[in-house]
């Protein structure tokens, strides 16, 4: 999808910081996470559990807990600062201006509450004008939009009775009663069948050429991303370690992590004889982040003790347009130990 690269983009993240109080000490969940997306365009944020993928996102929606959550740095939608932001006027935002597919739509979707019900008291919450007549129309263009057969009958039944791709399906409808112009998806696939999974990712794509949504998509696979964003931001301890657009991530990786979530990805180019390369360890504490890089404790290529397990390493441009990395290691140095012993993997392109 085309946009305006000289226009300013429709959210704009800079300096991200989300912290916890907990009783064993302050979670860093997310620590200077900046990037801008455009309307029409799709990021992919990926990384392990516990990177800050999701806590990004619930922080540009407004739903962390303000009595236990500390956030500074700026979130911009549309121009608008979103960073203290009373509950009531994020409310006014939320499915109006920005939307979320949450991972689990079961625990998402009230049990309680037929599924027309659940999308007409959406519509209704931004639209007080429109009759219970006008907004149960909108909801069954809704799911018929998104490819629920017979919308009449559906539309009184409850979620239990939906299958998971179903479910999912719905939570889309649900999501865009408003057209948003942002829909965050956390793991929208996880639980779901290949072929389901297939389908939902074409939808999204069908669904933002139709309304011209931003998306971020968050998720731990690199081949979910590689099939439908136009940008990937890398995320681990909390910090972006890497960001670039999908060619420029998924064949010149620059990050040792990176090149971990690569080499895991079972490929259908690959050779055959040559092992899938796990990750080792653990994602590190966030309460306790390492020292220096938070990925140099499981960084085969870590420089030690300077700088890796010293200096931060800050999120610099490399060669390519618009490609940024934060490493340590000589930028011709990434470039030759990816060639010569990662590349031949195979990971999807």
């Known amino acids: 999808m085309t ?32 990037f ?66 949450f991972q689990d739509p079961l625990s998402a979707l009230h049990p309680f509450y037929t599924v027309g019900r659940q999308l007409v008291e959406a519509y209704r919450t931004h639209h007080s004008d429109a009759s219970k007549a006008q907004a149960k129309q909108r909801a069954l263009d809704m799911l018929d939009r998104v490819g629920i057969p017979q919308p009449d009958r559906r539309f009184g039944q409850y979620p239990h009775e939906f299958s998971g791709g179903m479910r999912q399906r719905v939570m889309i409808a649900m999501s865009l009663m408003n057209d948003p112009a942002l829909l965050i998806a956390d793991e929208p696939t996880t639980a779901l069948d290949v072929t389901v999974q297939a389908q939902i990712l074409d939808l999204l794509a069908d669904l933002q050429r139709e309304f011209h949504s931003a998306i971020i998509l968050i998720t731990h696979d690199l081949g979910v991303v590689s099939q439908v964003a136009d940008e990937v931001l890398v995320m681990y301890g909390g910090r972006a370690v890497e960001h670039g657009t999908v060619a420029q991530v998924m064949r010149g990786p ?20 040559v092992d899938l390369k796990p990750i080792k360890g653990n994602p590190p504490s966030l309460i306790n982040v390492p020292a220096g890089c938070a990925f140099h404790p499981r960084c085969a290529y870590a420089m030690k003790p300077e700088p890796c397990a010293g200096q931060v390493p800050q999120l610099l441009a490399v060669q390519a347009d618009g490609h940024r990395v934060a490493c340590h290691l000589p930028e011709q140095q990434r ?3 990816y060639t010569d012993e990662i590349a031949h993997v195979g990971v999807a392109q």
């Open 335 to 337: 470039i030759d130990t």
């Open 254 to 273: 620059q990050h040792p992590y990176t090149w971990g979530l690569l080499a895991s990805i079972p490929s259908l180019h690959g050779d055959p004889e």
């Open 36 to 101: 801008g997306l455009h309307r029409g365009r799709t990021l992919g944020i990926v990384g392990e559990s516990g990177s800050g993928k999701s806590v990004t996102s619930l922080a540009v929606m407004g739903l962390h807990d303000p009595a236990r959550t500390k956030i500074s740095g700026a979130i911009k939608l549309g121009g608008r600062e979103l960073v203290g932001l009373s509950d009531g006027e994020m409310r006014k935002l939320r499915g109006r201006d920005v939307a979320m597919i």
């Open 3 to 34: 946009h305006d690269a000289a226009s300013p983009p429709y959210l704009q993240v800079d300096d991200l910081r989300v912290r916890f109080s907990t009783a064993d000490g302050e979670v860093r969940a997310v620590d200077g996470v900046s």
